[in-house]
């Protein structure tokens, strides 16, 4: 497992250390012990073997192996390892713009390695889900730029949430793309909101990836004449969620419409399961014209759902089914392996790593660039084995990569021979 660690980032990233020698480091370096390459691997690690606390990096990693596999991954010579506040301190004074462009390099990375192309919708588009979740939560006011809200008991909670935007794949991979943090601004009257958080996210997501065929994958908050203007001028795709009561007068046009076109209806049976599509064309709102389809989904127990989405793509028969399945049904993929991975998977997404507010937001961004190479590692280089049948739970494997960082130590001439050697990773299908 070693080995396929060394593997990944050879592969993906072989210019990895020169990018981590290029952060700006806000510390005094002369009145430095440890490089900030060295801790910013420490704090990759602590997230991929799921230790849930930088506190925990003092008795995990305090091993002659553990120290070794260190030096050999960061590629650094340390004699002892550092305090878990020193890298905390190193990423309170770390630009928080530092490991955004880190994570955009990552991810351009793999998209010129054609990595991700397979998995676009319509052959086209990369589909980007965007939602918000929540990060921190405090009994007191944590900064200036807490969100609040008074609970059913009558506390006050203070709360940080985060919106992101994550590029899906069929596979499972969700590689986070861009992130925009919902604080209030000091004297705000007003409270910060995710539409408000979206209306800065989309231009920054659109500026890091200018030439991207992007499609966004959208709640129906955003079902909103101001963010279909916004998603026109950056030239973005979109399938949104309608939810039922949103947009009455398009909805009964679109019910009006069903009815007088019933030869764009098709039937796709998935074993018992049998879906329904219907779809119209040009519904309005204000100034803006869409599409919407809709899929009627019933199981062999006789259980029914409804899904309804609007887009600005063309609907037809030939589609229907892609632009449902691939495309509106796959934004549960950002909660369900994006947010709900790094909350129950050892992540510990709500964990609060750092009360300083710059630290606390280069965790996060850490967090999820960890997030990407661990993806990579368990979808791609370890693909053959049988994860969670072998080991009993994902988060059981970063378990066994623990125990394997601490028991066992590859020697520099296996590191030269993965690193100089060249291989192809191919990534799991399911």
Same mark, same amino acid.
């Given at each position: ?5 060394h ?23 002369e ?65 928080? $713009? ?20 397979r ?37 006050v ?15 499972g ?46 709640? $129906? ?24 009561g ?38 309005t709102? !204000? ?19 409804r ?21 509106g ?15 129950? $998977? ?24 960890a997030?990407l190479? !661990? ?23 970063? !378990? ?15 590191i ?10 191919r990534?799991?299908?399911?």
């Amino acid at each position: 497992m070693l080995a396929e660690v060394h593997r990944t980032i050879a592969h993906f990233f072989p210019e990895l250390r020169q990018r981590l020698d290029a952060l700006a480091d806000g510390r005094d370096r002369e009145a430095c012990t440890y490089p900030l390459r060295a801790l910013v691997w420490a704090g990759l690690l602590m997230f991929l073997m799921g230790l849930s606390a930088r506190r925990r990096l003092r008795f995990e990693f305090n091993s002659a192996f553990g120290l070794a596999n260190l030096n050999a991954v960061a590629q650094t010579d340390l004699e002892t390892l550092a305090h878990p506040d020193t890298l905390a301190y190193a990423l309170q004074k770390l630009p928080v $713009g530092e490991l955004i462009r880190l994570r955009r390099w990552m991810v351009q990375a793999l998209l010129r390695g054609r990595v991700l192309e397979r998995f676009r919708l319509r052959g086209r588009f990369y589909r980007v889900a965007v939602d918000g979740t929540g990060y921190l939560t405090f009994s007191k006011p944590h900064c200036p730029h807490c969100l609040s809200r008074r609970l059913s008991n009558g506390q006050v909670q203070y709360y940080h949430p985060v919106l992101e935007a994550k590029l899906v794949c069929d596979n499972g991979l969700v590689l986070s793309l861009a992130t925009e943090f919902i604080v209030n601004a000091d004297g705000a009257d007003k409270q910060d909101c995710e539409l408000n958080a979206f209306k800065r996210l989309l231009p920054a997501l659109r500026a890091s990836f200018p030439h991207l065929p992007l499609c966004l994958l959208l709640d $129906g908050l955003y079902l909103n004449a101001p963010v279909l203007t916004l998603l026109r001028q950056h030239h973005c795709a979109w399938i949104i969620t309608f939810k039922d009561g949103a947009l009455p007068q398009a909805a009964a046009e679109f019910e009006a419409l069903a009815a007088m076109t019933p030869e764009h209806q098709r039937t796709v049976l998935d074993g018992p399961t049998r879906r329904s599509y219907r779809w119209v064309s040009d519904l309005t709102h !204000g100034e803006h014209r869409f599409h919407a389809f809709e899929c009627l989904e019933v199981t062999p127990q006789g259980d029914s759902t409804r899904f309804r989405w609007a887009t600005h793509l063309e609907v037809t028969a030939a589609v229907v089914e892609e632009l449902s399945w691939k495309g509106g049904r796959a934004r549960w993929k950002i909660e369900n392996e994006g947010f709900n991975m790094q909350k129950n $998977g050892g992540y510990a997404l709500e964990h609060a790593y750092a009360h300083h507010w710059s630290a606390a937001r280069n965790f996060y961004l850490l967090m999820q660039i960890a997030h990407l190479i !661990g993806q990579l590692l368990l979808k791609g280089a370890l693909r053959h084995v049988r994860l969670v049948q072998t080991f009993g739970s994902l988060r059981a494997v970063a !378990g066994r990569l623990l125990e394997a960082w601490r028991t066992a130590v590859l020697t520099p001439e296996q590191i030269a021979s993965i690193r100089a050697r060249p291989c192809q990773i191919r990534f799991d299908d399911s």
